[in-house]
C-alpha cells in the first residue's frame, strides 16, 4: 500500500475521531472545482427526451481521455475501472464516437468535450439535417414530394446530436487551466504504461446535472400540476420568451383583432438559436447576420417613412424559439387568427423575411419563395413583384441577388408558419440557393469568428465597438436593399430609393454588441440603469430558455429597436414611466411604448442624464399555443420544455481502489463495534464502575 492510501487511513480515522474542521480540510485536498463547466440539459417535446442528466448524486468516473476512435476500446470494453469518464476532444466529437458511448453507456459514467479556441475547418453541426422537419408548412397534406426534405437537405453536415437521449452527464470545458489540472490528473494517476494497468489511486471526476423531468412533455406537465396542488415545485417548463415587434405606422395595441382598412407588410426575422450544449448559443449567422440587417434595415428606413408615409404599414418583428419547432411566429400567427394581435391575418399583405444573410466574401445572395402558393396567379403575381423590388433595389450595391430554384420548397423559416395558415406572398433572403452554407448550424462554432467579425490587435474595447469590419459593411448593404425594397413594397415612391441608406457604424456596433461584448458603452446607453446587469463581457446567448421575463438577446433587441425607429422626447422621467407624454394624456399608451434610458454622461461629468424614448416597440408572448391549449402531444405547435434541476458542477479528485475502499470500511465499522461494546461494557457495569459517586435514594 503505498504512501497515500495510508495518509487516507489516518485522515479517515482523524476524521471519526474529530468531527468538523479537520475533515474540511481533507475535502479541500482531494476536490478541485471546476469552473466554467458548460452542461448538456434534458428537453422534452410530445413524444421524446433529448439530452443528457446525472444521476441525483452525480456520477463519478475514472478519467480517461480519449486519444483516437480506436482507443474507445479501452472504455467499452478492455480497460479494468468502468465506468469512465471520457474526456473528448472536439476533434473526437462525432457522431459515431458519440454513438458508440451512448451505446455502452454502463461503463461510461460521463462526457466532457474541450472546446477548442478556433473552429475546426471541416464543419461541425449537432442539429438535424432537415430542421423543424415536422412543424413547417410541407406536410403530406400541402405537397407530398416537397415533405421531409425530399428536395433539398438543408443542412446535410446535421448529425442530429443534439437530438439524441444520454443517460449520462455531458460537459463542455473551455481549453484553458482547468482543462490543464484534467490532463495533469490524468498523466500523474490514470495513463496506462506500456499495456498495464494503471494502479490506484485513480484520478476520477464527479459531475452533476440531475434533472427532474422524465419521458414526455405530457408526463412532465402532468407531475407540474400534481406537484403544484402540493407545493409549488415544478418539473419542467415551456420554452419560450417574448416576441419583439415594431410597425413605422402607430398601431392601437390596446385594440385587438382590429381589421384595418392599410395593409402591412411584415419584414421579419428570428432572434433565436442553440447549440449543444445549454448556455453557449452564439447563433452569428443563423440568427444575428438576420435580424442585425433587420435591425439596420429599420434604422434606415425611419426618417422616410415619417417624412413621407407609404401606403402601408411596415411591420418589424423579430421572432423568439423558431429553432424549437417555431415557438414565436406559431404563436403570433395564432394571436392573429384568433383575435389576439393588434395586426389580423387578414391585413397581412405580404412577408419579407431575412434568414443567414452573412456573405462571407461572396458577392450572392438568393431570394426563395414557396411553389406551393405561387400555383395561385394573384399570388404569383405578387411574389414575382417583390422579387423584382429586391432586384432592383440591389442595383449598385456591392452583391447581387438571383431567384433560387423555383421548383424549390422555402427553407427553414418563420414565414412557413405564415403559409400554413393562408397563401400570403413573401420571400425569405438567404446567402445560399441550395442547402445551407452555414457550416456551424445551431452548433457553438457559429461564432463571432466564423462570421469574419475580428478586430486589428491592440484595440481597446472602446475602438473595437466602433471598428467598421468588412463584414459589417456587406450587411450593410444588405440592409440598404432590404430597406429599400420594404419602402417600395409598402407603397413608397421609388424614387426616394437613394435616400435610404444602411450606417455602417450602427452594424458594426451592434455586431459588436451582440458577437463580442453586450456590456459595452453604447448598449450600456440604451437601456435603463436597472438593467444594466444584463450586460455580460461574453458573446450574448440566443438559446431561448424558459423566461417569464424577457431574456438578454429580446430585451436588447426592444431597446435597440426603440432607438433606431423612435426618437427622444422631452418629457419628464415620471410622464415617460407612467407611458404619457403630459399629466392629462390618456390616450398616447395606445399607440407608443415610453422607455426611460439612461443614456450617456456628459464630458466632465460621472452622471448619466436619462432621456424618454417613444416608439412603437412592443412584445407579445412567445410560448408555443400548445401550453396554452394544455394541448400537449400537438402536432401541429411546438411541445418543447426544459428540465428543471437543483445544481450543476463538477469536480476531481482521486479514488481508492475498492479493496482500500472495503479496508477503509472494515476499518470503520471495526472502531463502531468496537465502541457499541465499550458502550455496553461500560453501561452494563455503570454500578460497579461509577458506584462511588452515587447519591443515595
Ligand atoms: C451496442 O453494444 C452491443 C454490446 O453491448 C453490441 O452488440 C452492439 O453491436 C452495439 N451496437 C452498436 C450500434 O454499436
Ligand atoms: C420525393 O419527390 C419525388 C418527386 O420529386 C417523388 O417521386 C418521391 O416519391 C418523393 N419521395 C418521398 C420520400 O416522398
Ligand atoms: C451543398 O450544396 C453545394 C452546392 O451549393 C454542393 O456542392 C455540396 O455538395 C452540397 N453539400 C452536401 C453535403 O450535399
Ligand atoms: C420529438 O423529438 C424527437 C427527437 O428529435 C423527434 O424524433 C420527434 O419526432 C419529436 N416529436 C414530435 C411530436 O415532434
Ligand atoms: C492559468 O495558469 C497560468 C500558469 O499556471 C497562470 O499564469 C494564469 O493566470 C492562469 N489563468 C487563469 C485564468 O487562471
Ligand atoms: C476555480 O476558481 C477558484 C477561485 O476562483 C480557484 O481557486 C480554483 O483554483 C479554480 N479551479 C481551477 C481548476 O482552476
Ligand atoms: C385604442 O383602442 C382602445 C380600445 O378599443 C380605445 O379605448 C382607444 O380610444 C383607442 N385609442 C386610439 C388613439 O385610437
Ligand atoms: C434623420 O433625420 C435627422 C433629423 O431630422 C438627421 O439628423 C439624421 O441624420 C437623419 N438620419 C438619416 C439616416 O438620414
Ligand atoms: C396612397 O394613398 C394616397 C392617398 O390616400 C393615394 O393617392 C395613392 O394613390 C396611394 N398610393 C398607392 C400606391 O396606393
Ligand atoms: C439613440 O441612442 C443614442 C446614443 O447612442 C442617442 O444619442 C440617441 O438620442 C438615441 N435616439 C433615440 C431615438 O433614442
Ligand atoms: C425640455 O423641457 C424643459 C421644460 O419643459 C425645458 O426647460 C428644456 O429646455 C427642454 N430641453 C430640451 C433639450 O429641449
Ligand atoms: C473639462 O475639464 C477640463 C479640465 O478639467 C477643462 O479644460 C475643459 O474645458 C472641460 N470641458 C468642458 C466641456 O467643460
Not at 450544449?277 to 435580424?291: H, I, L, Q, T, Y
Amino acid at each position: 500500500m503505498d504512501l497515500l492510501s495510508n495518509k487516507w487511513i489516518t485522515n479517515l480515522l482523524v476524521c471519526a475521531l474529530f468531527v468538523g474542521a479537520s475533515c474540511n480540510s481533507v475535502e479541500k485536498k482531494i476536490y478541485v472545482h471546476l469552473n466554467y463547466t458548460v452542461p448538456c440539459v434534458r428537453l422534452l417535446n410530445a413524444t421524446h427526451q433529448i439530452g443528457c442528466q446525472s444521476s441525483l448524486s452525480g456520477d463519478v468516473g475514472v478519467l480517461h481521455v480519449l486519444e483516437s476512435e480506436e482507443n474507445l476500446d479501452w472504455v467499452l470494453s478492455s480497460g479494468p475501472n468502468p465506468p469512465y469518464m471520457v474526456i473528448l476532444e472536439s476533434s473526437l466529437f462525432t457522431r459515431s464516437v458519440m454513438m458508440k458511448l451512448k451505446n455502452g453507456s454502463s461503463r461510461v459514467a460521463g462526457i466532457v468535450v474541450v472546446a477548442p479556441n478556433t473552429n475546426p475547418v471541416e464543419g461541425f453541426s449537432p442539429h438535424t439535417s432537415c430542421p423543424n422537419e415536422n412543424t413547417g408548412v410541407y406536410s403530406e397534406s400541402y405537397d407530398p414530394t416537397l415533405a421531409h426534405c425530399n428536395v433539398t437537405v438543408w443542412n446535410p453536415l446535421g448529425n442530429g446530436l443534439s437530438y439524441e437521449e444520454y443517460d449520462f452527464p455531458i460537459f463542455s470545458l473551455k481549453d484553458d487551466n482547468d482543462t490543464q489540472v484534467i490532463r495533469q490528473c490524468y498523466l500523474n494517476h490514470n495513463q496506462a504504461v506500456n499495456g498495464s494497468s494503471p494502479r490506484y489511486p485513480l484520478c476520477a471526476m464527479q459531475l452533476y446535472s440531475h434533472m427532474s423531468a422524465v419521458t414526455d412533455t405530457a408526463t412532465c406537465m402532468r407531475r407540474n400540476d400534481i406537484n403544484f396542488s402540493i407545493s409549488p415545485e415544478m418539473v419542467c417548463d415551456p420554452l419560450g420568451d417574448f416576441n419583439v415587434w415594431a410597425s413605422t405606422r402607430p398601431l392601437n395595441n390596446t385594440e385587438k383583432g382590429h381589421k384595418m382598412w392599410e395593409k402591412v407588410v411584415i419584414a421579419a426575422a428570428r432572434l433565436d438559436s442553440r447549440s449543444f450544449f445549454f448556455d453557449v448559443a452564439p447563433g452569428a449567422e443563423s440568427g444575428a447576420s438576420g435580424f442585425i440587417t433587420l435591425l439596420a434595415a429599420a434604422h434606415a428606413l425611419r426618417n422616410v417613412t415619417q417624412e413621407a408615409q407609404p401606403n402601408r404599414t411596415i411591420f418589424y418583428t423579430f421572432f423568439q424559439g423558431e429553432t424549437f419547432d417555431y415557438i414565436g411566429s406559431s404563436r403570433m400567427v395564432y394571436d392573429m387568427e384568433n383575435n389576439q394581435f393588434t395586426v389580423d391575418l387578414d391585413n397581412v399583405h405580404s412577408v419579407l423575411e431575412i434568414g443567414q444573410v452573412g456573405l462571407h466574401g461572396e458577392s450572392r445572395l438568393w431570394l426563395h419563395s414557396d411553389p406551393v402558393s405561387r400555383r395561385n396567379s394573384s399570388v404569383n403575381e405578387e411574389v414575382r413583384k417583390l422579387i423584382e423590388n429586391l432586384q432592383s433595389a440591389a442595383a449598385g450595391l456591392g452583391f447581387t441577388v438571383g431567384e433560387a430554384g423555383f421548383s424549390q420548397p422555402l427553407p427553414p423559416s418563420s414565414f412557413q408558419r405564415f403559409l400554413r395558415a393562408r397563401q400570403i406572398p413573401g420571400v425569405v433572403i438567404e446567402n445560399h440557393q441550395l442547402n445551407f452554407t452555414n457550416r456551424y448550424y445551431e452548433s457553438m462554432y457559429d461564432n463571432a469568428e466564423y462570421l469574419n467579425v475580428s478586430y486589428p490587435p491592440n484595440l481597446t474595447p472602446e475602438e473595437q465597438l466602433k471598428f467598421v469590419t468588412d463584414t459589417a459593411k456587406a450587411l450593410t448593404e444588405v440592409a440598404t436593399m432590404v430597406a429599400r425594397a420594404l419602402y417600395v413594397q409598402a407603397g413608397g415612391a421609388e424614387n426616394q430609393q437613394d435616400n435610404i441608406n444602411a450606417d455602417r457604424q450602427i452594424v458594426s456596433q451592434m455586431l459588436y454588441g451582440f458577437l463580442v461584448r453586450s456590456n459595452n458603452s453604447w448598449f450600456q446607453q440604451l437601456i435603463p440603469s436597472d438593467l444594466t446587469s444584463h450586460l455580460t463581457d461574453r458573446p450574448t446567448n440566443f438559446y431561448v430558455g424558459v423566461n417569464q421575463q424577457s431574456s438578454e438577446p429580446t430585451l436588447l433587441v426592444q431597446y435597440l429597436l426603440a432607438n433606431l425607429t423612435g426618437s427622444a422626447i422631452n418629457i419628464t422621467q415620471e410622464n415617460c414611466q407612467n407611458q404619457r407624454e403630459d399629466e392629462n394624456d390618456k390616450e398616447s399608451k395606445h399607440m407608443f411604448t415610453y422607455m426611460w434610458v439612461q443614456g450617456a454622461a456628459p464630458p466632465n461629468n460621472t452622471k448619466r442624464e436619462g432621456f424618454c424614448v417613444r416608439s412603437t416597440v412592443r412584445l407579445s408572448r412567445a410560448v408555443s399555443p400548445a401550453f396554452e391549449l394544455r394541448d400537449y402531444t400537438s402536432k401541429d405547435y411546438s411541445t418543447w420544455t426544459e428540465s428543471r434541476w437543483k445544481s450543476i458542477k463538477g469536480r476531481i479528485f482521486l479514488v481508492a481502489s475498492h479493496e482500500l475502499e472495503m479496508l477503509t470500511l472494515g476499518v470503520g465499522v471495526g472502531v463502531l463495534l468496537a465502541s457499541l461494546l465499550l458502550t455496553y461494557i461500560i453501561s452494563s457495569k455503570a454500578d460497579i464502575l461509577f458506584s462511588s459517586g452515587r447519591e443515595p435514594t
